[in-house]
């Protein structure tokens, strides 16, 4: 659905260029929701104006559903439904004329275009506010309107933009369930986010920007696997009655890296997820098992790895 090559985009300067994006390259398939993060700077709202056709690259190409965004601008538009991470809207006007306003750019008819208005606002949770003027919505109705408007002109692929920026939890629990249910449909969704663990709840394969460049572009899994994360499950037992003799017993078994005493029972960093193994052992061993906790490498960390963030901070 998006094909990126060489995406390349420099900024002339007065005593130098800078270049925002690198080289770079990868492919988002039909149909998955696909994860585009890295640290601010990194060159990812310069990459989503170039495949929104906004922006030109300086060099490579980006095609969209198999336009070129450059040579067939107004074909490769068509396909795509942007949210941008500040949305801009005429403030004046009423929220059911904007998005009327939007579809007159797609040639929509202007009774079917005052149908679809009308749809999306309440699919959008906007029914009962849809004559007041956009300058009365609060920001998370401006959000939602942004997403009533990218959708006006039934995308096949939808690029956002730090969505979720300004929203509450509840705002942010009602907008990933309004992308979940449109990737259900058959939607493309290309999602930009600061926030990991909504990527991760999301997302089943990202890109890693960093400085320009890419630097990972695979599943969360793989990723995991590729950087030696996945060895460090770490299993939280609380319990009472753990001995010294219970903790060597523990230790030898088999994928157990090490074993960690905590203030209130043990940590056991192993290879895979033995849970059910140790809470076994301990049983048989006469320990009085309150609650097990298991963890995996997340998102963030692996993010943190790869671009060395922790190093910076």
Do not use: W
């Not at 795509?80 to 006007?93: A, C, Q, R």
């Not at 009774?111 to 749809?119: L, N, P, Q, T």
């Not at 629990?173 to 709840?201: A, C, Y």
């Amino acid at each position: 659905m998006i094909e990126a090559q060489n995406l390349t985009k420099v900024f002339k300067g007065f005593r130098k260029s800078f270049t925002a994006v690198d080289s770079i390259s990868f492919r988002v398939e039909k149909g998955e929701v696909f994860g585009f993060l890295g640290p601010n700077g990194a060159g990812k709202t310069t990459t989503i104006r170039m495949i929104s056709g906004i922006s030109r690259p300086t060099r490579g190409n980006v095609k969209v559903c198999g336009y070129d965004t450059i040579l067939d601008n107004v074909k490769a538009k068509k396909h795509i439904g942007l949210i941008p991470e500040t949305p801009g809207f005429y403030d004046e006007m009423k929220g059911i004329d904007l998005l009327c306003f939007y579809a007159e750019f797609y040639g929509i008819q202007k009774v079917e275009r005052k149908r679809k208005a009308r749809e999306l606002l309440e699919t959008v949770g906007l029914k009962d506010f849809m004559g007041g003027k956009v300058k009365t919505y609060s920001h998370g109705m401006k959000k939602r309107l942004a997403l009533a408007a990218s959708l006006i002109n039934d995308p096949e692929i939808l690029i956002l933009d730090e969505p979720s920026t300004g929203l509450d939890p509840k705002g942010i629990s009602l907008f990933r369930k309004m992308v979940k249910d449109l990737n259900n449909k058959g939607v493309t969704v290309f999602l930009s986010s600061h926030i990991l663990s909504e990527v991760e709840q999301m997302c089943k394969r990202v890109c890693i920007l960093s400085k320009g460049k890419i630097i990972a572009v695979d599943s969360i899994e793989n990723l995991s696997k590729k950087i030696g994360m996945k060895t460090q499950i770490n299993v939280f037992i609380d319990a009472e009655g753990i001995t010294d003799n219970v903790l060597d017993v523990v230790r030898k078994m088999s994928d157990v890296l090490r074993v960690e005493k905590t203030g209130t029972g043990i940590n056991v960093v192993c290879s895979r997820n033995i849970s059910p193994a140790v809470n076994e052992t301990l049983v048989r061993s006469g320990v009085k098992v309150g609650s097990i906790r298991v963890t995996e490498p997340s998102l963030e960390e692996i993010f943190l790895k790869l671009t060395g963030e922790q190093n910076e901070s």
